[in-house]
């Protein structure tokens, strides 16, 4: 079990250009998570898969963001025309089972700048 | 929908002294808890949770936690602080959807310093 993983742990971009991010989360942890972290402020909810279902989309996550867990194995956060405001820290999770209170393991994040 | 808030968005302590971080949160059904630790360039890692049972829970590094359902409250407290505890830390609850899933509520923070 080596945790969730996150590539790449940077990336710098300008503005109006295409992101893309992958997570890949401890095995055979059916549930992952997306979350977003701006500075000052606690992760925020995107978006949740069960296995390769998306089950769950935040009102954060506009039309530009699409994810992906194909296989519901590893995960793909794609950011189109990306903007200023999108410069943030983004946060994969994952978990096992379907208990609420479940404990998420958090990757190490990818840092996003938008120049 | 939840929401948590962290009182104290920065606290100092001095090493050995009692640490003390406060949580609050909003919850139309009986809640799940935790607390979150982050150290600089990693990513989050769970201290403690709270699901059913005993009110008082503890967690890992000698930290504990207590729910008090009366004050809507789950508060981090550690004894005598050490050096190696300077860290973001993140109280968060759970909500869920039925059968499908839970998202978990994160408050905005408490960065700690220890002073030597």
């Known amino acids: 079990d080596t945790g969730v993983s996150q590539d790449p742990r940077h990336k710098i971009t300008k503005r109006g250009q295409n992101v893309t991010f992958r997570c890949d989360p401890i095995s055979e942890h059916n549930r992952l998570y997306w979350y977003r972290q701006t500075l000052g402020q606690g992760p925020e909810f995107l978006t949740y898969?069960?296995?390769?279902?998306?089950?769950?989309k935040s009102r954060l996550l506009s039309d530009r963001f699409s994810a992906e867990r194909p296989k519901g194995s590893f995960s793909t956060l794609e950011i189109q025309r990306t903007e200023q405001g999108d410069s943030a820290m983004y946060l994969c999770a994952s978990s096992l089972g379907l208990a609420q209170y479940n404990e998420q393991f958090f990757g190490p994040g990818t840092r996003l700048t938008v120049l | 929908a939840q929401s948590v808030t962290q009182l104290g968005s920065h606290v100092s302590v001095s090493e050995g002294a009692l640490v003390l971080l406060r949580c609050n949160y909003s919850?139309?059904?009986?809640?799940?808890l935790f607390w979150y630790v982050q150290y600089p360039n990693q990513g989050l890692q769970l201290l403690l949770k709270?699901?059913?049972?005993?009110?008082l829970v503890k967690g890992i590094n000698g930290f504990e936690a207590e729910f008090k359902k009366s004050e809507t409250s789950f508060h981090l407290t550690k004894p005598s602080a050490h050096m190696s505890d300077a860290a973001e830390y993140f109280c968060a609850v759970s909500d869920f959807w039925g059968d499908t899933g839970n998202q978990f509520y994160f408050g905005t923070g408490t960065s700690l310093t220890v002073i030597p």
């Open positions: 709270y699901t059913t049972g005993a009110t």
């Open positions: 898969f069960q296995n390769e279902a998306q089950l769950e």
């Open positions: 919850s139309s059904v009986p809640p799940y």
